[in-house]
């Protein structure tokens, strides 16, 4: 079975700071996909980033990149230049060639002014 | 360019009755899902198409149907509403064939569902 786990429930960070959210799986395939997603405070799930399993370079979206560690099964998402716009949770998810996609429950993150 | 439309976006239910949560999708997504989110939780699968006509349990299916009749609509029905079906639901969709597995999930804004 495919699980995602979060392990920080809570995270804050300065304005203009960088912060690194963790995200691990647990998977036996080869070939699959990883998310990270955004939910303000609006409740809309927009998404922050896409990772190819088979690329072995990092994703890299504006202020948002990740580490893409396959071997540790490690998915973390950095944010540089931190903005108060940032503040959310933000949900690790995945998916393989199968039908489903598979969520973890969360990191709130908190940008301080 | 709408994308995911979810309606109502509130509704507050009696224990028993029934209701459907609507969702339809304008971008010729083959793949449509249902998701619930509890309070402080991430999103558990409720169910899911792969198709006009096709559907599939998720992993919290009980006390939910639903039906995919068309491309474009994907329906959530509770037929006697209890007070652990409250919660928020997200409708999503997405396209997928083998060429294309990595394109994510577009939600739609959600339905805050209370039942007392």
């Known amino acids: 079975a495919q699980t995602v786990t979060q392990s920080q429930p809570e995270m804050s960070v300065q304005e203009a700071e960088t912060v690194t959210l963790s995200c691990t799986y647990d998977?036996?395939?080869?070939?699959?996909?990883l998310f990270w997603y955004k939910q303000p405070p609006s409740r809309q799930m927009i998404l922050v980033i896409r990772?190819?399993?088979?690329?072995?370079q990092n994703a890299t979206e504006n202020r948002f990149s990740v580490n893409f560690q396959k071997a540790a099964k490690s998915f973390s998402l950095k944010i540089s230049d931190s903005q108060l716009g940032d503040t959310a949770m933000y949900f690790c998810?995945?998916?393989?060639?199968?039908?489903?996609?598979?969520f973890g429950t969360g990191t709130s993150l908190t940008v301080i002014p | 360019n709408a994308g995911v439309t979810q309606t109502p976006k509130f509704r507050i239910l009696k224990i028993g009755q029934s209701m459907t949560l609507q969702c339809t999708q304008d971008?010729?997504?083959?793949?449509m899902y249902w998701y619930r989110q509890d309070p402080g939780m991430g999103l558990k699968l409720i169910y899911y198409?792969?198709?006009?006509?096709?559907?599939d349990k998720g992993e919290v299916p009980n006390g939910y149907n639903v039906s995919r009749s068309t491309t474009e609509d994907f329906p959530l029905r509770l037929e006697l509403a209890a007070p652990s079906q409250t919660s928020v639901y997200f409708c999503?969709?997405?396209?997928?064939?083998?060429?294309?597995?990595?394109?994510?999930?577009?939600f739609g804004d959600g339905t805050r569902l209370s039942i007392l």
């Open positions: 999503a969709s997405s396209y997928r064939a083998e060429r294309y597995s990595n394109q994510p999930q577009h």
């Open positions: 998977t036996s395939e080869n070939n699959y996909y």
């Open positions: 990772q190819e399993a088979y690329k072995q």
């Open positions: 998810a995945f998916t393989n060639t199968g039908n489903q996609f598979y």
């Open positions: 971008m010729n997504h083959n793949y």
């Open positions: 198409s792969v198709g006009a006509g096709i559907t």
